[in-house]
């Protein structure tokens, strides 16, 4: 079985909150968290997911990206 969070659309303003909850969601043993922000122009996604993947690491979370290939391999 795999474990995935999907994030609300919470946008730039609630980084903080956005990286604390990805860092809760893997040490409680979350497989994915896919990082959801349809409305972020491209910068506020790259930091978005910069920082998701930075409360993450170490951890065998994978962190995925909707529809922005240039952003996730970045």
Known sequence: MTLQLITGGTGPSRLDALTHQAAAAAAAGVDLFQVREP??????????????????????TRVLVNERLDIALA
């Open 39 to 60: 409305q972020c122009e491209a910068a506020a996604l790259a930091e978005i997911v910069a920082a998701v993947c930075q409360a993450v690491r170490g951890s065998h």
